[in-house]
């Protein structure tokens, strides 16, 4: 098990930037593969990115390729969005959510701890 605290989060203008952060106790953290996930209102929580526990692997989702980079120090326990080019359909809540599988996917169901969610919202 492995706790997570995001961090963050803010309101920023079309076109901006922002930098989340997701620090993790340090029980292990190079053993977790570690995503991101936003839930905006009246939507369902969607998957925005993946790494694998080395770093060694990235996925996107279409929406934010290009735009959206995830990266982890794992001496730092901690994992990092960097988010450019913000547009206000990107306004949700953020989560951090890790997974002890080598591969864990892209649904929620597939991630055995969460933190606590930061807000993001992006005016036009």
């Known amino acids: 098990q492995v706790q997570l605290v995001e961090s963050g989060g803010g309101l920023v203008q079309a076109g901006g930037s922002l930098r989340l952060s997701c620090a993790a106790s340090?029980?292990?953290?190079?053993?977790?593969?570690i995503a991101w996930f936003r839930q905006a209102p009246g939507k369902e929580r969607e998957f925005v990115a993946g790494?694998?526990?080395?770093?060694?692997?990235?996925d996107y989702a279409d929406s934010v390729k290009g735009r959206f980079t995830i990266s982890r120090d794992n001496a730092k326990n901690t994992v990092y969005l960097q988010m450019n080019s913000l547009k206000p359909e990107d306004t949700a809540v953020y989560y951090c959510?890790?997974?002890?599988?080598?591969?864990?996917?892209?649904?929620?169901?597939?991630?055995?701890?969460w933190g606590q969610g930061t807000q993001v919202t992006v005016s036009s």
């Open positions: 340090g029980r292990a953290f190079n053993m977790y593969a």
């Open positions: 959510a890790a997974a002890r599988t080598v591969v864990p996917g892209t649904i929620p169901d597939s991630f055995d701890s």
């Open positions: 790494i694998s526990r080395f770093g060694g692997s990235t």
